[in-house]
């Protein structure tokens, strides 16, 4: 059974925050008459950071260098894989990249697949999951305890999660490498047997299909080409691939935590019909914090992704825009009475998530704060 039918929410208190704020911010894009989708700048970033990732491979193919200039530039490949999947892929999927869907189908397809990723399974789980209910657990798939860590207050607590703080970077690393080998797998079994997968039998087989020829195909540019084609010393081609993937992995999911599992942020879980007693929007904005809105630097890196509040609110929105819709959101909260929550720089951002991960770990009593 498709456990997103078993929750709704419920607006009883007839909330006009969400109606008030898009009608200023469909304003904003008449009167600027600006597109909401990708402009240069979107455009310029995606040819930098698809470089970024695509040339270092080159130059380590064609000129095999000594091991340490090799490392380098895998680990720039490594910044480049999270910089496309934080500012191209993620635009593409969630249909903000451009106007015209099938370049939006396209491009999250090309870029996701180049990442060693599934656009099917990212979608389900970040798209509809995650995006629908932040932050409630069994729901979103993002706060589910993962092996060791533990990011939810409603979940049980272990003795090894009292030093998460210390180890989660560790994990975080190893994202992407579980990503490209089983977890689109695991997902795809997962989503098809709890009805988040509603596709036919028939579509099922055409789409595992998909997955498991990109599977073959990245393998095989990744690994099967530098081996055979090109002879690239095997033990210089391992570590440099585990080296991109730890650097992508810690960079991609580290940005995802400071948006979800920081200070301030609740944990609401519906009520005995499956209600949860809020409008959609005011959730999003109790289970969502940005960080560094004023660096400009951060922000062209991580695709606004440190304007989450912007993000979960507007997804369709290309997030070159969330910088200027951020001050019509933050102002039309504050008119409603509702908390915009946010930390001024990306080391506090940090802290918070090391705080919220130690007081996770430890007595259940300390995480009744999370609500």
């Not at 979960?312 to 915009?340: C, M, N, R």
């Amino acid at each position: 059974m498709n456990p997103a039918k078993k929750i709704r929410f419920v607006n009883k208190d007839k909330n006009q925050f969400f109606s008030t704020l898009k009608k200023r911010v469909d304003a904003y894009f008449k009167d600027q008459n600006l597109s909401k989708y990708s402009n240069t700048t979107l455009i310029v970033k995606t040819v930098v950071l698809t470089a970024i990732y695509v040339v270092p491979f080159c130059l380590f193919l064609l000129f095999q260098p000594p091991f340490a200039v090799s490392m380098m530039l895998w680990a720039l490949m490594g910044i480049g894989l999270a910089g496309i999947g934080m500012s191209i892929m993620h635009d593409a999927c969630h249909g903000a990249y451009s106007k015209n869907e099938v370049v939006n189908e396209w491009m999250g397809s090309i870029y996701l697949t180049m990442l060693g990723g599934s656009p099917f399974n990212w979608k389900l789980q970040h798209n509809v999951l995650h995006h629908m209910y932040t932050n409630v657990i069994h729901f979103d798939e993002d706060i589910k305890d993962k092996l060791v860590l533990k990011f939810s207050p409603h979940t049980p607590v272990k003795s090894f999660h009292k030093f998460q703080w210390l180890y989660a970077f560790l994990f975080y690393g190893i994202l992407t490498l579980y990503w490209v080998t089983a977890k689109d797998f695991v997902n795809f079994f997962t989503y098809t047997a709890n009805g988040v997968n509603t596709n036919t039998r028939t579509q099922n087989i055409i789409i595992l299909s998909k997955i498991i020829l990109a599977k073959i195909g990245y393998f095989a540019v990744f690994l099967g080409i530098p081996l055979f084609v090109f002879e690239v010393p095997t033990q210089t081609l391992i570590a440099g691939f585990l080296l991109m993937h730890f650097i992508g992995g810690i960079i991609l999911t580290t940005i995802f935590q400071l948006a979800h599992s920081v200070e301030g942020t609740t944990h609401p879980q519906p009520n005995s019909k499956g209600e949860i007693e809020n409008d959609w929007a005011i959730h999003q904005m109790n289970t969502t914090v940005n960080f560094s809105r004023d660096n400009k630097l951060l922000s062209w890196y991580v695709g606004g992704l440190n304007f989450q509040v912007e993000h979960h609110l507007f997804p369709k929105i290309s997030h070159v825009h969330y910088p200027a819709i951020s001050h019509i959101v933050k102002e039309t909260a504050e008119e409603f009475g509702i908390p915009y929550l946010e930390n001024p720089t990306f080391a506090v951002a940090l802290r918070s998530h090391i705080t919220t991960l130690h007081q996770l770990g430890h007595l259940p009593d300390l995480n009744e704060a999370f609500g």
